[in-house]
């Protein structure tokens, strides 16, 4: 309908938290951060302002803190320092969802088990880029740990024999994290994410 002007974009606080969380991944290193995780780190930047509000500052003012950047650290370290279950039957439930998840999503998806250590070996797709010295190597996801009885969070790797870049993905032990996880790496093997490998 001509002559009605469009009224202007709203953004909420929750919003503007949002995409200061997203543009704090833009060069996040060795770590995929899920959604879910993003969600989260923009619900307490969100909440930091709301306090920030209470106590007569404007957003506007306290951005000026940056806050982005910790609120996602500290949504980080909270699932990697508490950890996931240790190697007993319910981490082995995660990895068997985590499987049936990448399986759901078109992915080849095999659990497999290396000194105790059990992962999901995600085949090659022909949209993931180039992996490893000659271009042709998978991945591999699973609970990674430098203890053998604890693990310290979700991580994938480049499948190689010998020393293999990798990184830390960033979601919760339970069901929606899986999911999340399962997303995450989907994404990654139709070629819609950056490459965290970045020594290959």
């Known amino acids: 309908m001509s002559?009605?002007?469009?009224?202007p974009a709203v953004t909420t606080p929750a919003m503007a938290a949002r995409r200061e969380i997203d543009g704090?991944?833009?060069?996040?290193?060795?770590?995929?951060?899920?959604?879910q995780a993003l969600a989260r780190a923009a619900a307490v930047l969100d909440d930091l302002y709301a306090a920030a509000g209470r106590n007569g500052l404007g957003v506007d003012d306290f951005r000026l803190s940056g806050l982005?950047?910790?609120?996602?650290h500290a949504v980080r370290t909270q699932w990697m320092t508490g950890g996931?279950?240790?190697?007993?039957t319910e981490q082995r439930d995660l990895i068997d969802r985590l499987a049936a998840?990448?399986?759901a999503r078109g992915l080849t998806a095999t659990v497999r088990t290396e000194r105790d250590?059990?992962?999901v070996a995600v085949a090659r797709t022909a949209a993931m880029p180039p992996l490893g010295p000659t271009g042709h190597a998978s991945i591999w996801v699973g609970l990674g740990g430098d203890e053998p009885d604890r693990a310290t969070g979700w991580s994938t790797a480049v499948d190689l024999r010998t020393f293999?870049?990798?990184?830390?993905i960033v979601a919760s032990y339970d069901p929606a994290g899986v999911a999340s996880v399962a997303d995450v790496i989907a994404a990654f093997a139709?070629?819609?994410?950056r490459n965290p490998f970045q020594l290959f």
């Open 3 to 7: 002559g009605i002007p469009t009224p």
């Open 24 to 35: 704090e991944i833009r060069y996040p290193g060795h770590v995929l951060y899920t959604e």
């Open 68 to 72: 982005a950047g910790p609120a996602l």
């Open 84 to 88: 996931p279950p240790a190697r007993t």
């Open 101 to 103: 998840a990448l399986t």
């Open 117 to 119: 250590f059990p992962y």
């Open 164 to 168: 293999s870049p990798g990184c830390d």
């Open 190 to 193: 139709a070629g819609r994410t």
